[in-house]
């Protein structure tokens, strides 16, 4: 009996980041709905109040914009939610990326990179956009929330632009993914744990805390929960190849990922009891204009797939079986001959006419729309294969 340690860990490293990610979300959202909700308090010194009821029973919470006239005997700290999330995320990233960076970072088509010139360009892209990030934050930028988001912006798109002309165009979204969520935790792990521990020194020492410390921190947690929903949908994107697998994967990640932002406004607008409407329908339009710019290439691409179409030959299953072999069955067979797969690839086996048939939608997707498949056509799959195998499935998989 095999034991198949990458496949458990990689299970594991992934059930451990969605449950690490789901406890910092939860707790990063409830704490801006509550920042939103609070009002003047009815007596004592702190600066805001909000009562809740929930799971039957009652809630009162208070804010005190600096630190409390004196500590409490116990105080919660949220912050492993965070570490655990970029942890497990992070090892994902040298697990299935810089591990099996042959198969799923590099693009020879792009660039002829080997595995260790792509890993330490990931690695350095994490570094660099962290320091730009906390540069912007601690320079004039950081005085107006706004400005310093659209060069933000800015400096992501130019990086996906930059990532995807190296990497496999998954890998660079990953990546995008990776940037966003290491600026997210170094902001909690450097800026706002130390300073409400500067508060809470400053307090048991008998000093007045600095209330810059305060800001720079809810500075930094307003940052993060912006950048939520962009990092969701990365997360996810893997299972959605017109996406990445777009002409221009940056362009689409830029559109949906402010569409995220956008989202995320309606919702901070909404817990302040302010307008929505004009933010409802900006991120209408951005998600609007996504779907509308993915369709429209999608269609410009097509003559890939149905060039020639109007004599197409009389394609049988026996034609189209030589080129699953020779540029599939490397990773989608029972037993894998690639060495990044123990078992075909999300359980999918491309060696006799019933399993090809079974997903002939997801092979025209993701080889024929978007060719994305083979990864980064490391078995060199050629436009006029390509185009066998979309007239083959559209003529309804003639055996």
Not at 18 to 23: D, E, H, K, P, V
Not at 83 to 97: A, D, E, K
Not at 161 to 181: K, P, Q
Not at 339 to 361: E, T
Request: proline share 6%.
């Amino acid at each position: 009996m095999a034991f198949d340690l990458a496949e458990w860990l990689n299970l594991a490293l992934r059930w451990l980041h969605l449950t690490a990610g789901i406890a910092w979300i939860g707790s990063s959202f409830y704490f801006v709905w509550l920042d939103n909700h609070l009002t003047p308090p009815a007596a004592g010194d702190a600066s805001g109040e909000a009562w809740s009821v929930h799971g039957g029973g009652f809630y009162h919470n208070q804010k005190y914009q600096v630190a409390p006239s004196q500590m409490p005997d116990r105080l919660h700290w949220f912050k492993w939610e965070a570490y655990f999330t970029w942890l497990s995320g992070f090892s994902l990233l040298v697990l299935v990326y810089y591990v099996g960076a042959q198969s799923f970072l590099i693009d020879p088509a792009k660039a002829p990179l080997s595995p260790a010139a792509g890993i330490a360009i990931g690695l350095t892209s994490l570094a660099v956009s962290w320091l730009a990030y906390d540069l912007m934050c601690r320079s004039s930028l950081g005085s107006n929330n706004q400005v310093l988001g659209i060069v933000w912006f800015i400096y992501l798109l130019l990086a996906a632009y930059g990532l995807d002309t190296v990497f496999s165009a998954r890998a660079a979204y990953l990546h995008i993914g990776a940037i966003v969520g290491t600026v997210m935790v170094a902001n909690v792990f450097f800026v706002i744990i130390p300073n409400q521990r500067k508060v809470v020194a400053d307090l048991v020492a008998g000093r007045a805390p600095d209330p810059a410390l305060g800001k720079a921190a809810k500075q930094r947690s307003l940052h993060n929960n912006y950048m939520t929903l962009p990092v969701l949908f990365i997360m996810i994107s893997h299972h959605y190849p017109m996406t990445y697998g777009a002409e221009r994967p940056w362009l689409v990640l830029a559109l949906l990922g402010v569409t995220g932002v956008a989202v995320r406004h309606v919702f901070n607008l909404r817990h302040r009891d302010q307008p929505t409407a004009r933010a409802m329908v900006l991120a209408a339009i951005l998600a609007l204009a996504s779907v509308t710019y993915v369709t429209v290439e999608k269609g410009s691409g097509a003559p890939v797939a149905t060039a020639r179409a109007e004599s197409p030959p009389n394609l049988t299953y026996a034609d189209i079986a030589p080129i699953l072999v020779a540029r599939c069955s490397s990773c989608h067979s029972a037993t894998p001959t690639n060495p990044a797969f123990k078992s075909p690839p999300l359980g999918v086996r491309l060696d006799s006419y019933q399993h090809v048939s079974a997903v002939s939608d997801r092979i025209k997707r993701v080889t024929i729309d978007t060719q994305i498949m083979p990864l980064a056509n490391a078995t060199g799959m050629t436009s006029d294969e390509r185009r066998a195998l979309g007239q083959w499935i559209a003529r309804g998989m003639p055996r």
